[in-house]
């Protein structure tokens, strides 16, 4: 258990679908992340929030939105998304944006039909 | 930025140290080196980082060579929880956020 929670843990939708990932973390951190991670490939970085602003968005599509309405809370909203992504997407946060550990929840697996 | 690389795989039995190298040549002055592992079905879970010095926690202990160009993650004493894919990580010297994962170590265990 490290204190970060995700929900749902397993997610089928179709393309033309609109689902929500939730993220908590309860280490009273002040950043969040987003990540994928695809089968055979390393860990990409989506999103970076910190104290509850977006500082990094490294080139992901626009059928991801982010959202973080506080520290505690990250939500990653999906919608027309492609069969290549279907991934695992875990979310981290650490206690600034900077050279502290990050603490990772378990994943969402979301398999887009 | 610069990368790291580790052996795809690697075994070892149970009760005995683990010597994990990463090779990171272009590491830049600042460039922290830090360790992850990834248990089967998890997330990743932070085991360790450091700078310069060798570190010690109780997990396991991170030696860096003196020109910093590679670094070894020891395990004093595998066990079979111990199974998982290790990643060796520099954090960017350029970025505070960006940690550049590769594909990572699968380590072993066999009883």
């Known amino acids: 258990e490290t204190g970060v929670t995700q929900t749902p843990r397993h997610l089928v939708m179709g393309m033309t679908n609109k689902k929500s990932l939730k993220c908590e973390q309860h280490?009273?951190?002040?950043?969040m992340y987003w990540y994928k991670q695809s089968a055979k490939k390393p860990l990409e970085l989506m999103f970076v929030?910190?104290?509850?602003?977006?500082?990094e968005n490294n080139s992901v599509p626009s059928r991801f939105s982010p959202e973080c309405p506080n520290s505690s809370h990250l939500f990653l909203h999906l919608h027309t998304l492609q069969p290549e992504d279907s991934a695992l997407y875990l979310c981290?946060?650490?206690?600034?944006?900077?050279?502290?550990?990050?603490?990772f929840g378990p994943g969402t697996r979301l398999t887009v039909t | 930025d610069a990368k790291t690389t580790q052996p795809n795989s690697m075994e070892s039995n149970e009760e005995e140290p683990v010597h994990l190298p990463c090779n990171h040549s272009?590491?830049?002055?600042?460039?922290?080196i830090h360790w992850y592992r990834q248990l089967p079905s998890q997330g990743p879970e932070y085991v360790i980082h450091?700078?310069?010095?060798?570190v010690n926690n109780r997990m396991a202990s991170l030696a860096i060579a003196e020109d910093r160009k590679s670094s070894t993650l020891i395990l004093h004493r595998a066990t079979l929880r111990d199974a998982a894919v290790y990643y060796c990580?520099?954090?960017?010297?350029?970025?505070?956020?960006?940690?550049?994962w590769g594909a990572g170590t699968k380590l072993i265990i066999k009883p």
């Open positions: 981290a946060s650490s206690q600034s944006s900077g050279r502290y550990e990050q603490y």
């Open positions: 280490l009273g951190h002040n950043a």
């Open positions: 929030y910190s104290l509850e602003e977006r500082v």
């Open positions: 272009t590491i830049s002055g600042t460039d922290y």
């Open positions: 450091g700078l310069t010095s060798n």
């Open positions: 990580i520099l954090r960017d010297g350029d970025s505070n956020y960006q940690l550049i």
